[in-house]
T-cell receptor, first 113, second 110 residues
Framework: DAMVIQNPRYQVTQFGKPVTLSCSQT?????MYWYQQKSSQAPKLLFH???????NEADTPDNFQSRRPNTSFCFLDIRSPGLGDAAMYLC????????????FGPGTRLLVL | AQSVTQLGSHVSVSEGALVLLRCNYS??????LFWYVQYPNQGLQLLLK??????LVKGINGFEAEFKKSETSFHLTKPSAHMSDAAEYFC????????FGTGTRLTVIP
C-alpha cells in the first residue's frame, strides 16, 4: 500500500545533541511537509518542499533544518535540541493538482533529556 | 487570512449517542475544509473534506460534515458513537497550507 513512513517512531536524545528524523513516501507526491505538534496542541507547520524548492515558515527556529535528497525521502534535522523541542513530529505529503489534501505519516515522538 | 475555531476542547458522549463536533472557520476566499482524526501516538488520518459541490460530505467510519457558508461552519457528526471513535479530532482550512483548529478530544462512555 502507498503510504508515508516515519522512522523512528520514538526518538530519545540529549539536550544539545543533534538528531535527525526521517520520512519516506511511496505515494510519489511532489510536496512534503514537516509539522511539530506539542502535547494537546494543533500541528504547526515548520517547512515544506515543493519538489526541490524549500519553503520555510517565518517563525520556524533556525535550529530546525531539512533535507530532501530525492522525491521519496525528507529529513528533519534538529541541530541542538532543547527541552522545548520535545514534541511529536509529523511528516505529510500532497500532490500537485490536489495540494489541499495532505496525507500524514504516523509521526515520531521526540523526547529530549 | 484563514483561521479555524473548534468549540469545546473536550466532548464526552455515551456509546450509541450522537456525536457533534463543532468547527467554525474564517476565510477570505471560498475555503477547502477538512476533518482529521488522530488516535493516541498516531499521525493524522483524513476523515473527510469539502472542496466544492455538495455541501454534505460523507467520510470514513460513518462520519459526515455539512458546509454552511452562511454560518461559516463545518460541524462533524456521527449518528451513533462507538468506543473506537475516542480520539482527537482536528478541523482544518486550506488555501495554500493547512491551518488547524486546536482540536477536540472525544471521549466515548460505555
Amino acid at each position: 500500500d502507498a503510504m508515508v513512513i516515519q522512522n523512528p517512531r520514538y526518538q530519545v536524545t540529549q539536550f544539545g545533541k543533534p538528531v535527525t528524523l526521517s520520512c519516506s513516501q511511496t505515494l510519489n507526491h511532489n510536496v512534503m511537509y514537516w509539522y511539530q505538534q506539542k502535547s494537546s496542541q494543533a500541528p504547526k507547520l515548520l517547512f515544506h518542499y515543493y519538489d526541490k524548492d524549500f519553503n520555510n515558515e517565518a517563525d520556524t527556529p533556525d535550529n530546525f533544518q531539512s533535507r530532501r535528497p530525492n522525491t521519496s525521502f525528507c529529513f528533519l534535522d534538529i541541530r541542538s535540541p532543547g527541552l522545548g523541542d520535545a514534541a511529536m513530529y509529523l511528516c505529510a505529503t500532497s500532490i500537485r493538482g490536489e495540494l489541499e489534501t495532505q496525507y500524514f505519516g504516523p509521526g515520531t515522538r521526540l523526547l529530549v533529556l | 487570512a484563514q483561521s479555524v475555531t473548534q468549540l469545546g476542547s473536550h466532548v464526552s458522549v455515551s456509546e450509541g449517542a450522537l456525536v457533534l463536533l463543532r468547527c467554525n472557520y474564517s476565510s477570505s476566499v471560498p475555503p477547502y475544509l477538512f476533518w482529521y482524526v488522530q488516535y493516541p501516538n498516531q499521525g493524522l488520518q483524513l476523515l473527510l473534506k469539502y472542496t466544492t459541490g455538495a455541501t454534505l460530505v460523507k467520510g470514513i467510519n460513518g462520519f459526515e460534515a455539512e458546509f454552511k457558508k452562511s454560518e461559516t461552519s463545518f460541524h462533524l457528526t456521527k449518528p451513533s458513537a462507538h468506543m473506537s471513535d475516542a480520539a482527537e479530532y482536528f478541523c482544518a482550512v486550506s488555501q495554500n497550507n493547512l491551518f488547524f483548529g486546536t482540536g477536540t478530544r472525544l471521549t466515548v462512555i460505555p
